[in-house]
């Protein structure tokens, strides 16, 4: 009774002592029963004290980063420096909104209406960030709520996003991640709401560069056009038409060229109700270039073929009717005039870029005579000449470096320059399968080396 007092005699309803005598008074009849609820409480409570301590318990393995497992230690979690030096971008580990914090080095290399373009390192990987640009033109003349115009932005970044994965093409730009926040965009310091794409790292297409290059490089260029128009006449979402067939929407990486911009992409054939809505002109003159006809309410071919005319005006006419064999001037020249004028889809100029390409590789356009000319070279396999360079045109390398389709090649070539007097084909070949050849003025100093096979004009030696 003495511990049922002390008991009763804690805290009123106020936090006052009620005293014995009131308590009894009120509880007194029912004394054993609230004894048996106090000891179901008290068990009640250990066992919610218990599931605590073993929830906090959880929570500090998990954060700590060990396990329930007889004390040993957890796999070690990587941090997110480990994550991004770890990061392969053929791993197939897509990056998102976690992973920008870690891309450093970030320049702006880039800018639109829309969207701007920096370049960053994730670990050992240089890749691109798009976003959208704030001070562009979608932005500062959107007459919304900044946050709606941010969403407008951020919405073509997000279709783009899902546009360059449908067209997954070794000549489409590689998509390594994105960010889409499930917050909304606030002005200010970047702290919620910035949608973002990572992609492959290339440069912009420079005329300039492009007007330097050998023909071969150009040539692969050309090729590299050819696929994606190719690409875009048979996509997965159908025939495409890019109606801003520009040069700003392509970047080189790793030597190739890459759709990277399909903002302003046209999914299906032009609509129709006759084939005189079927009709493509020149944008300059407006005269009719080709007439295509209507079938079943579309253009039948109308993105093929409205899409090889840009790319001749922007591309080809730039890549190919210059600086190759003479006697492929006229193929190449065929080709762009074809494709200008409109007589050429999407596919036959694929088709015709490739056929260019395995003529150039085998050398099939050597005439008989030229071949002929081997006959005043002695061969030397496994000799080399270090020594006795000169300059000339349409060099890929300094000095006198060219590719060639055979050794018979390199024996006209060779003679086609008055100071030639020996010419090496080294273990070294290009793109379409051309073997490097490297020209002499001189023949002093032979020495043997492995994979080389020296050619030497008779009279020489």
Same mark, same amino acid.
């Given at each position: 009774?003495s511990?049922?007092?002390s008991?009763l005699?804690?805290?009123?309803?106020?936090?006052?002592?009620?005293?014995?005598g009131?308590?009894?008074?009120?509880f007194?009849?029912?004394?054993s029963?609230?004894?048996?609820?106090?000891?179901?409480?008290?068990?009640m409570?250990?066992?919610?004290?218990?599931?605590l301590?073993?929830?906090m318990a959880?929570?500090?393995m998990f954060?700590t980063?060990?396990?329930?497992?007889?004390g040993?230690?957890?796999?070690?979690i990587?941090?997110p420096s480990?994550?991004?030096?770890?990061?392969d971008p053929h791993?197939?580990r897509?990056l998102n909104?976690a992973d920008?914090?870690?891309?450093t080095?970030?320049?702006i290399i880039g800018?639109?209406w829309?969207k701007a373009?920096?370049?960053?390192?994730?670990?050992k990987t240089?890749?691109a960030v798009k976003?959208?640009?704030?001070?562009?033109?979608?932005?500062?003349?959107?007459h919304e709520?900044?946050s709606?115009?941010?969403?407008?932005?951020a919405?073509?970044?997000?279709k783009?996003?899902?546009?360059?994965?449908?067209? %997954? =093409?070794?000549n489409? $730009?590689k998509?390594f991640g994105e960010?889409v926040?499930?917050?909304?965009?606030s002005? #200010? /310091?970047?702290?919620a709401g910035?949608?973002?794409m990572?992609?492959?790292?290339?440069?912009?297409?420079?005329?300039i560069?492009?007007?330097q290059m050998?023909?071969e490089e150009?040539l692969q260029?050309?090729?590299?056009i050819g696929r994606?128009?190719y690409?875009?006449?048979?996509?997965?979402?159908?025939?495409?038409l890019?109606k801003?067939?520009?040069?700003?929407?392509?970047?080189i990486s790793?030597g190739?060229l890459k759709?990277s911009?399909v903002d302003?992409?046209?999914i299906?054939d032009?609509p129709c109700?006759?084939?005189q809505?079927c009709a493509?002109?020149?944008g300059?003159?407006e005269?009719i270039?080709?007439?295509l006809t209507?079938?079943?309410?579309v253009?039948?071919?109308?993105? %093929? =073929?409205?899409?090889? $005319?840009h790319a001749?005006?922007?591309f080809m006419?730039?890549l190919?009717?210059y600086? #190759? /064999?003479?006697?492929l001037?006229?193929?190449?020249?065929?080709?762009?005039?074809l494709?200008?004028?409109?007589?050429?889809d999407s596919?036959?100029?694929?088709?015709?870029?490739q056929?260019l390409?395995?003529n150039y590789?085998?050398g099939?356009?050597?005439?008989?005579?030229?071949k002929?000319?081997?006959?005043?070279?002695?061969?030397?396999?496994g000799?080399?000449?270090?020594?006795a360079d000169f300059s000339c045109?349409?060099?890929?390398?300094?000095?006198c470096?060219q590719?060639v389709?055979?050794?018979e090649?390199?024996?006209?070539?060779?003679?086609?320059f008055p100071e030639c007097m020996?010419?090496v084909?080294?273990?070294q070949w290009t793109?379409?399968g051309?073997?490097?050849?490297i020209?002499?003025?001189?023949?002093?100093?032979m020495?043997?080396?492995?994979?080389?096979?020296l050619y030497?004009?008779?009279?020489q030696?």
């Open positions: 009774m511990i049922a007092k008991t005699r804690q805290v009123g309803d106020d936090g006052s002592n009620l005293g014995y009131r308590m009894t008074h009120l007194f009849p029912s004394f029963k609230m004894a048996r609820v106090s000891r179901l409480s008290v068990y409570t250990a066992y919610l004290c218990l599931c301590l073993a929830n959880l929570v500090l954060i980063g060990y396990q329930l497992r007889s040993t230690p957890a796999a070690h990587p941090r480990q994550l991004a030096e770890d990061w791993s197939g897509l909104c920008l914090p870690s891309i080095n970030l320049s800018s639109g829309t373009v920096y370049r960053g390192e994730y670990g240089w890749l976003t959208v640009h704030t001070s562009g033109h979608d932005m500062t003349e959107c709520t900044v709606i115009c941010y969403k407008q932005c919405a073509k970044i997000i783009e996003s899902l546009l360059l994965r449908e067209l %997954s =093409h070794n489409v $730009i998509v960010c926040p499930g917050v909304d965009y002005p #200010g /310091p970047p702290v910035v949608v973002a990572i992609t492959e790292l290339g440069h912009p297409v420079n005329v560069e492009v007007l050998n023909f150009r260029l050309a090729s590299d994606i128009l690409h875009l006449a048979q996509s997965p979402l159908g025939t495409l890019m801003d067939f520009r040069r700003e929407q392509f970047v790793g190739s759709l911009d302003d992409v046209v299906g032009h109700t006759t084939d809505d493509i002109k020149d300059v003159k005269n270039l080709i007439n209507c079938v079943m309410e253009c039948k071919g109308f993105n %093929s =073929h409205l899409n090889a $005319i001749s005006q922007h006419r730039l190919i009717p600086g #190759g /064999p003479a006697a001037e006229s193929a190449c020249l065929h080709i762009v005039n494709q200008s004028r409109g007589l050429l596919e036959a100029v694929h088709h015709e870029i056929s390409v395995r590789s085998s099939a356009y050597l005439s008989a005579a030229e002929d000319t081997i006959q005043n070279f002695i061969v030397y396999h000799y080399t000449i270090d020594e045109l349409r060099t890929v390398r300094t000095g470096v590719s389709s055979s050794p090649e390199g024996a006209w070539l060779c003679s086609q020996a010419f084909l080294i273990n793109w379409t051309r073997q490097i050849a020209f002499k003025g001189g023949v002093r100093e020495r043997k080396k492995k994979q080389h096979t030497i004009r008779r009279g030696g």
